[in-house]
């Protein structure tokens, strides 16, 4: 079974400030990892996806996720947050292995850029 | 281009009475999803169809919710004799066929039911 685990329900972060919001997964085969963002009342944003190839990967609004095989994460990271970057965030994870398109998120992060 | 539309954007229903949830996907996407996301918690997978191929009804939480897709584009959720848990954010997401396993999914903006 595949599974995801965003183990902080919120993050603060100083506006200028690096952030990261962590994500680990658990598969059975290799993940398809995927970074979403969440406004308020509006529908989920795409914001990057880990496929295969470099383990850094870069996405919409200056955000870059890394993956990590060893450790089985994929934390999203921006060097200097803007209080606009204010949302929930949900990573997400397919299993190549398992054929099932569904996507398997986590629980979400709320980020707080303070001025 | 138009994205995935939902309505009604809010639904708010006493228990027991029946809803219908719509779902509009983008043009081309031959791929439907449904989730639910209850407050506080992620998106819980409910069902997923492509194309002509059988649905895959793996999340459905009851025999009280269904849903189909007509002529492989417009799809309806519907939840039977309504309970307070079935209250949440219904969203639904489309993806291209072609490379599906590993294209993103585009989402519309949900529609929030409450059941009194």
């Known amino acids: 079974a595949q599974s995801v685990a965003q183990p902080e329900d919120q993050v603060n972060v100083a506006e200028g400030n690096p952030l990261t919001v962590k994500c680990t997964y658990s598969?059975?085969?290799?993940?398809?990892l995927f970074w979403y963002v969440q406004y308020p009342n509006r529908g989920l944003q795409f914001l990057l996806k880990y496929i295969t190839g470099d383990n850094l990967v870069k996405g919409s609004y200056g955000f870059e996720a890394e993956f990590n095989k060893s450790q089985t994460s994929f934390h999203l990271k921006k060097p200097s947050a803007l209080v606009s970057d204010s949302a929930l965030y949900f990573c997400?994870?397919?299993?190549?292995?398992?054929?099932?398109?569904?996507?398997?998120f986590g629980s979400g992060t709320r980020l707080q850029v303070q001025p | 281009g138009a994205g995935v539309s939902q309505s009604p954007s809010n639904k708010v229903t006493e228990k027991g009475k029946d809803v219908e949830l719509r779902c509009d996907p983008i043009?081309?996407?031959?791929?439907l999803y449904w989730y639910r996301q209850s407050l506080g918690q992620g998106l819980e997978f409910l069902i997923y169809?492509?194309?002509?191929?059988?649905?895959?009804k793996s999340g459905l939480p009851s025999d009280r919710f269904s849903a189909e897709r007509t002529g492989g584009s417009v799809s309806t959720l519907t939840i039977q004799r309504t309970q307070q848990e079935d209250s949440a954010v219904y969203l639904c997401?489309?993806?291209?066929?072609?490379?599906?396993?590993?294209?993103?999914?585009?989402f519309g903006p949900g529609t929030r039911l409450t059941v009194l």
């Open positions: 598969v059975s085969g290799n993940p398809y």
């Open positions: 043009s081309g996407h031959t791929a």
């Open positions: 997401a489309s993806s291209p066929r072609e490379g599906a396993v590993y294209n993103e999914q585009f």
């Open positions: 997400a994870v397919r299993d190549t292995d398992t054929g099932r398109r569904a996507l398997t």
């Open positions: 169809f492509q194309g002509n191929s059988a649905p895959d």
